[in-house]
């Protein structure tokens, strides 16, 4: 709970549920059944030598954090610049600016120090695995917990994608803190037809959820939005993820908004113009 953008991973961890719908559409009676379209996204997204093989990137990613009043004006404001390189599949990234200002010369130091850490665990890290959140969200154990409906075939971003719908079964287990929040995600998902690369999410929780029976805290509401990018050479990024969560930490409630924005993606080597 003092970590916002650790709380939206939580709840993008379980973006794989639905809203309740009347029916599928027409035009996708023609397509494959929820599951296989789930079962070949799973397969892509766990692929490691997919991911291993693809070509080194880097981009830019901005985030800004807000804390917001109970009457939705702004209270504190956080933005952050990271360049991010991607070297087989392992996610880095490098903070390069807070509010807009540079680092210090020691707080670069500092930031080298964390990154050359970081990459002495990549050895001990199982294949495939990125550093960083990366951006696969589509795992066998996440899929497990969701009953799942086609609801229509449709563009998104000039490209066929199917539109899938499920929520959560009932009785799912309670064994970490992230499955209080998995288990109530609903919203969601469109899945590219060609690739089977999410292309865009909407999550939202269904009901409130309270942390250790509401003594530490309580998240009552969490909206969440997801939008990813095709490169030219099929290579797949996240370039857009907004969301507000509203709750209460200890006797305190709180409101935050978050946005991140990826950019200038470029093949490591190449001169961007």
Known sequence: MHRPSVLFRFVLAGLLAALPLAGLAENASSAPSPDEIVRKA??????????????????SRHTVTEELDDKGKVKTRREKLFEVSVNAG????????????????AELIKQEERDAADR???????????????????????????????????????????????????????????DR?????????????????IARAEIHLK?????????IGTLRHCRYTLERTRLPDGVWFDSLAHGIAEGRKLIEPFLIRMRTESSNFHRAGLVVQ
């Open 42 to 59: 799973i397969e892509r997204a766990e692929t490691p030598a997919a991911r291993q093989l693809r070509p080194d990137y880097l981009f």
């Open 90 to 105: 392992l996610f880095h990234k490098k903070l390069l600016q807070v509010n807009g200002q540079n680092l210090s010369a």
């Open 120 to 178: 002495q665990k990549l050895p001990d890290s199982k294949p495939g695995r990125k550093q960083d959140e990366g951006d696969t969200y589509l795992t066998k154990e996440m899929t497990g917990k969701y009953n799942f409906s086609l609801v229509d075939t449709t563009p998104v971003n000039g490209r066929m994608a199917y539109l899938l719908a499920f929520e959560p079964k009932s009785g799912l287990p309670v064994r970490k803190i992230t």
């Open 181 to 197: 929040i998995a288990n109530q995600a609903a919203g969601r998902v469109w899945i590219d037809t060609e690739d089977f690369e």
């Open 207 to 215: 009901s409130e959820i309270e942390l250790w029976g509401g003594m």
